[in-house]
């Protein structure tokens, strides 16, 4: 903290941190580190409570206590050895380092995170100011109960508020770096809003949406222009891309070889499958096959977290052959696979005109998106259709959602033509 005027005039603002999602994992908490000792249902019901909260149907403070209630008996060392397993995100180090040199206060507030851990955190990463939830503890020994401002309603606008009261300052230096709805709170006493890797509501309400290295960051942070490079596909991406694309031939499978009532099941018992192998990457255990498809088709920030997007992706196929009839859910899927496997490869590469109301999606990924999306689809239905049906599903491509759009791209397509042929 400043000793004097003159020292507190060198100092260029306060940057803010959420933890969890933009420093740590988004989805790798301590119960993923201690699952063989929870136990294998204990921790689906972790990751169950984890996915209500996700989709908007337990407050954030519910869903922690219950979970925190399932560490009930470990010792904070133990919590400690664990926590200490997660991972720093790439950037992490480098942002707090360049921020230190250059005279940026900075701040941690966690609400996921015991106080005791953030504040260790930060004496690595030299943050000036640290704020986790509290853990009640008896001769060592974690109660399962969490208490603390962090957790509550608006707990991180009080914090917030406090420190820029101990910086004698205001929101007009303050920079705040977040990822998911929970952070909205501290919106009003920020400048500047960065969502990083952020969900669909900050999607919608931050200045700036960052991807990939936490570096990226800085010269929004630093008011200098960002290098512009032509993209060019790496590996994992292509891999990516062609595991994507090549659920278009889902269609013909089903109208040439199987019911597609069999191919349904036969993609759930390989969903099933890679959530296994998931959980079992989590504990770092190889499953033969799908954990090197996953090492080598996952984006670098997805290897350090449970990657959920073929889950999603394999539901919106599987609802749409379940729902739907045989041409509109071909259709559907049609959409999904080429319209979204488009968006996001044109508008990684030739995007220059983001959304206002989603600003991780733009204008020229829709457009390649929808071309995509209607060729597709034309192959099932007929054009006219087929059009409203690629506009739908671009539409909802591109729109703030709280469900993934690897969900909602084809039951959007799919209800919409349901609704024609009425």
Same mark, same amino acid.
């Given at each position: 903290m400043p000793n004097s005027k003159t020292e507190q005039q060198k100092t260029k603002g306060l940057v803010v941190f959420d933890v969890e999602g933009v420093l740590y994992p988004k989805r790798r908490f301590i119960p993923f580190e201690v699952t063989t000792k929870l136990g294998f249902l204990k921790f689906l019901k972790i990751t169950f409570l984890g996915f209500l909260y996700e989709i908007?149907?337990?407050?954030?403070?519910?869903?922690?206590?219950?979970?925190?209630?399932?560490?009930?008996?470990?010792?904070?060392?133990?919590?400690?050895?664990?926590?200490?397993?997660?991972?720093?995100?790439?950037?992490?180090?480098?942002?707090?380092?360049?921020?230190?040199?250059?005279?940026?206060?900075?701040?941690?507030?966690?609400?996921?995170?015991?106080?005791?851990?953030?504040?260790?955190?930060?004496?690595?990463?030299?943050?000036?100011?640290?704020?986790?939830?509290?853990?009640?503890?008896?001769?060592?020994? *974690? $109660?399962?109960?969490?208490?603390?401002?962090?957790?509550?309603?608006?707990?991180?606008? +009080? &914090? !917030?508020?406090? /420190?820029?009261?101990?910086?004698?300052?205001?929101?007009?230096?303050?920079?705040?770096?977040?990822?998911?709805?929970?952070?909205?709170?501290?919106?009003?006493?920020?400048?500047?809003?960065?969502?990083?890797?952020?969900?669909?509501?900050?999607?919608?309400?931050?200045?700036?949406?960052?991807?990939?290295?936490?570096?990226?960051?800085?010269?929004?942070?630093?008011?200098?222009?960002?290098?512009?490079?032509?993209?060019?596909?790496?590996?994992?991406?292509?891999?990516?891309?062609?595991?994507?694309?090549?659920? *278009? $031939?889902?269609?013909?499978?089903?109208?040439?070889?199987?019911?597609?009532?069999?191919? +349904? &099941? !036969?993609?759930? /018992?390989?969903?099933?499958l890679y959530i296994i192998s998931e959980l079992a990457r989590m504990m770092r255990i190889t499953f033969p096959i799908l954990t090197s498809i996953t090492t080598h088709a996952a984006v670098k920030l997805e290897l350090y977290e449970f990657t959920t997007a073929p889950i999603f992706y394999a539901f919106g196929i599987i609802l749409s052959l379940i729902i739907f009839p045989p041409q509109f859910a071909y259709a559907s899927i049609a959409i999904l696979t080429l319209g979204d496997g488009a968006a996001s490869l044109f508008g990684k590469k030739f995007g220059k005109t983001p959304y206002p109301f989603n600003k991780a999606k733009n204008l020229e990924g829709s457009i390649f998106g929808f071309i995509f999306a209607l060729s597709g689809a034309v192959f099932f239905i007929d054009p006219i259709r087929a059009f409203i049906a690629a506009m739908a599903g671009m539409l909802a491509e591109c729109l703030p959602m709280p469900l993934n759009d690897n969900l909602t791209i084809p039951l959007t397509a799919g209800s919409i033509l349901m609704m024609l042929s009425i």
């Amino acid at each position: 903290m400043p000793n004097s005027k003159t020292e507190q005039q060198k100092t260029k603002g306060l940057v803010v941190f959420d933890v969890e999602g933009v420093l740590y994992p988004k989805r790798r908490f301590i119960p993923f580190e201690v699952t063989t000792k929870l136990g294998f249902l204990k921790f689906l019901k972790i990751t169950f409570l984890g996915f209500l909260y996700e989709i908007g149907l337990l407050s954030l403070e519910t869903t922690l206590r219950r979970i925190y209630k399932y560490l009930e008996g470990y010792t904070i060392e133990n919590l400690h050895y664990y926590f200490e397993k997660i991972p720093l995100l790439p950037g992490s180090n480098e942002v707090f380092e360049y921020l230190h040199k250059n005279r940026w206060k900075t701040a941690l507030i966690s609400a996921g995170i015991p106080n005791s851990f953030i504040q260790e955190l930060a004496t690595k990463l030299k943050a000036d100011y640290a704020f986790g939830l509290k853990m009640k503890a008896v001769k060592g020994k *974690f $109660t399962g109960k969490i208490e603390g401002n962090a957790i509550k309603k608006n707990g991180k606008a +009080a &914090i !917030l508020k406090e /420190i820029l009261n101990r910086e004698k300052s205001n929101s007009k230096s303050c920079i705040l770096v977040a990822d998911d709805r929970n952070n909205i709170q501290m919106f009003a006493h920020a400048n500047l809003k960065i969502g990083y890797n952020p969900d669909f509501m900050l999607s919608a309400k931050s200045d700036y949406v960052v991807t990939g290295n936490l570096t990226n960051i800085l010269p929004i942070i630093t008011k200098t222009k960002r290098e512009e490079h032509k993209q060019t596909l790496s590996r994992n991406q292509i891999l990516r891309l062609a595991i994507h694309m090549s659920g *278009f $031939t889902i269609p013909f499978m089903c109208t040439y070889f199987l019911n597609h009532y069999l191919i +349904a &099941i !036969l993609i759930s /018992i390989a969903t099933s499958l890679y959530i296994i192998s998931e959980l079992a990457r989590m504990m770092r255990i190889t499953f033969p096959i799908l954990t090197s498809i996953t090492t080598h088709a996952a984006v670098k920030l997805e290897l350090y977290e449970f990657t959920t997007a073929p889950i999603f992706y394999a539901f919106g196929i599987i609802l749409s052959l379940i729902i739907f009839p045989p041409q509109f859910a071909y259709a559907s899927i049609a959409i999904l696979t080429l319209g979204d496997g488009a968006a996001s490869l044109f508008g990684k590469k030739f995007g220059k005109t983001p959304y206002p109301f989603n600003k991780a999606k733009n204008l020229e990924g829709s457009i390649f998106g929808f071309i995509f999306a209607l060729s597709g689809a034309v192959f099932f239905i007929d054009p006219i259709r087929a059009f409203i049906a690629a506009m739908a599903g671009m539409l909802a491509e591109c729109l703030p959602m709280p469900l993934n759009d690897n969900l909602t791209i084809p039951l959007t397509a799919g209800s919409i033509l349901m609704m024609l042929s009425i």
